[in-house]
């Protein structure tokens, strides 16, 4: 008994609540957080196993994150694997499952695809919000959620569950979100869709979780020819053709060269293009009756997405990373190729070449190759976990405290720590500012780019007013009268660097909504910047369009942010 009551209070030192469960090795702890959905209601940590000095626990112990969901354990899940290639209808079986519960949610690697899934539930009438790091699109009467995996709720009950791309949990970055869904939410039903890839690892991942696993696998519903030779001269290109490349400057490149020839006209597709203007662009491109007949895009449109593409081109098969420059993987070639003649468009049989003749044999390869078999999932400690470590060490700031965590954490073979080298960026700017541990983290796991030097002065500015006054006002930058559609690419670049900081303070806002008050202004801003920017795409982003009459007849901007509004309150 007074061992019992020496270790409750030693825990409530390091800021836990109450001891939820003892069972003999380990413990499961409640602590304060106010982090919505990073916090969780228990954390299962493990005693040392000398088990000497009861008090002494080992916050870097990671090797059971299945335990750090008690909501999801509680449950008997049945876990189905849809597995097979593109184009093979695994999305669109979860989906029907999905629509057919009381509630559900769908967990998607792109806003692009949580927004498909929305649209297609509501046509369907099933009520469905839309919840992105950035926005929260709520319908009357919804029990049916279609998020981005990071925001995936882990808390909530409900009666199914789709984490799409399940085979991501592999991915260097951001593989710890789609192990945090696989793990940590609660369904009666969970719907995994992917390639076959991650098979093995998924079951041995929850041999420990008591879920029942079955597998279901799917066949190609059309045909997709890699052709025997490459695209040869861009008057070879044709409608519903899509060109990929890789970095910002070549897709403009071919846009130009593809609308110089003066019969087709392009929407581009980009990372760092504003989420709703690529949805536009999409859009645009997909609809026939639209003049936009040829797509330009990065690896945007790479995973899922059900586009009006007849021929996927390759413009080059290899990219910068962010840390080097390599070839594609054999799983991103099949994935982008794999938008070529979806189901149920107009093109009833995909075809996917190259520009280059000498990257044909790369691209039959990969093709014909399955994709390497999964050896290992993301993983992040969460925040609480965190939390606990750093009062052992006070004194420290958060890079240290994450860097000597990261440096001592304690894994199972199944599991890698993810990458997080952006989240250190951002923890040696904050560390410098008089912030708690936990706003700290709030500004490192926001959606900032600190490559882009306009995107982290904005975290920076708003960090720092912060910490000095807890309240950051907002400015008015574009105000109607003396808006300007930008004419270079670098003006282009500039307002699209605005955007992310516009998006940064949204995001912000929904988590410290008192300290961040002009969400409204900020969401308003953010619809004229990403208008501006889908304005010089019309206007300067390639060739100008065929008909000048077109271009002489365009409205006002005025008038374009009043309809724009419109259609946000209608879309
Ligand atoms: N049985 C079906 N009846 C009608 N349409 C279908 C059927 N199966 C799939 N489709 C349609 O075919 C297209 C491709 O299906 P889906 O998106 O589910 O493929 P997927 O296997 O998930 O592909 P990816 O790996 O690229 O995500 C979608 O537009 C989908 O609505
Ligand atoms: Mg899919």
């Known amino acids: 008994m007074a061992s019992i009551l020496l270790r409750q209070r030693r825990v409530s030192a390091l800021g836990v609540s109450r001891i939820l469960q003892d069972n003999g090795d380990s413990l499961r702890l ?24 009861p008090a002494k626990f ?19 899940r049945k876990v189905f ?37 929305s649209k297609r539930l509501n046509k369907a009438k099933v009520p469905c919000d839309l919840i992105t790091g950035q926005e929260k699109v709520e319908v009357e009467g919804a029990k049916h959620k279609a998020v981005t995996v990071e925001m995936a709720d882990v808390n909530a009950d409900y009666h199914c569950a789709i984490v799409d791309e399940i085979q991501m949990l592999g ?11 696989l793990l940590g939410i609660a369904a009666d039903e969970l719907h995994l869709c992917g390639d076959a890839a991650a098979v093995p690892l998924i079951q041995e991942l929850l041999q420990v979780t008591g879920d029942d696993v079955q597998v279901q696998t799917y066949e190609r519903l059309s045909p997709l020819v890699p052709l025997e030779v490459p695209l040869g001269s861009f008057s070879n ?52 009756s639209s003049e936009f007949d040829v797509l330009v895009a990065s690896d945007a449109i790479g995973m899922g997405l059900n586009l009006n593409i007849s021929r996927i081109i390759f413009s080059t098969l290899r990219k910068f990373d962010g840390f080097e420059r390599r070839d594609l993987t054999v799983s991103e070639i099949k994935q982008i190729a794999g938008r070529a003649g979806r189901y149920g468009s107009k093109f009833p049989e995909g075809q996917v070449t190259c520009l280059d003749a000498d990257d044909l044999p790369l691209l039959h390869s990969s093709l014909k190759s399955p994709s390497p078999i999964l050896e290992q999932a993301g993983l992040f400690p969460s925040f609480d976990l965190m939390f606990m470590y750093s009062r052992l060490q006070p004194k420290k700031g958060l890079y240290q405290i994450l860097e000597h965590f990261l440096e001592n954490a304690k894994l199972s073979e199944n599991y890698f720590i993810s990458n997080c080298e952006e989240l250190l960026k951002v923890a040696s700017v904050v560390d ?22 306009i995107s982290s002065q904005g975290l920076v500015q708003f960090a720092e007013n912060y910490s000095k006054k807890g309240l950051v006002r907002l400015r008015e930058i574009f105000t109607p009268g003396t808006l300007q559609v930008p004419k270079t690419h670098p003006a282009l670049k500039e307002l699209e660097s605005i955007h992310k900081v516009l998006e940064l303070y949204v995001w912000l806002s929904f988590r410290l909504e008192e300290s961040f008050p002009d969400h409204e202004l900020a969401s308003s801003q953010k619809a004229i910047c990403s208008m501006l920017i889908e304005e010089f795409l019309e206007r300067f982003g390639g060739q100008r369009p065929r008909s000048r009459k077109k271009l002489t007849s365009r409205p006002s901007l005025d008038s374009l942010i009043a309809k724009r509004k419109r259609e946000y309150l209608y879309d």
């Open 30 to 53: 409640q602590m304060e957080s106010k982090f919505g959905t990073f916090s969780s209601i228990g954390v299962m940590i493990r005693k040392y196993s000398s088990g000497r000095d």
């Open 58 to 76: 080992d916050f870097t112990d990671l090797t059971c994150p299945h335990t750090w969901y008690p909501n999801a354990r509680k449950k008997n």
């Open 81 to 117: 694997l849809h597995v097979g290639p593109t184009n093979s209808g695994k999305t669109y079986h979860a989906l029907k499952r999905l629509q057919s519960s009381a509630s559900g949610i769908y967990c998607g690697p792109l806003r692009l695809l949580a927004w498909e899934v």
């Open 171 to 181: 991915c260097k970055t951001r593989g710890f979100s789609f192990t945090r869904a």
């Open 237 to 288: 290109i044709r409608t519903g053709d899509c060109l990929v490349t890789f970095s910002r400057k070549g897709i403009y490149g071919l846009k130009k060269k593809i609308e110089h020839g003066g019969k087709h006209l392009c929407s581009v597709v980009y990372g760092s293009l504003p989420p709703e203007t690529r949805t536009r662009q999409a859009t645009r491109f997909n609809d026939e």
């Open 432 to 453: 410098q500012l008089p912030l708690g541990l936990q706003d700290k983290y709030l500004f490192c796991i926001s959606p900032v780019d600190m490559d882009d030097e």
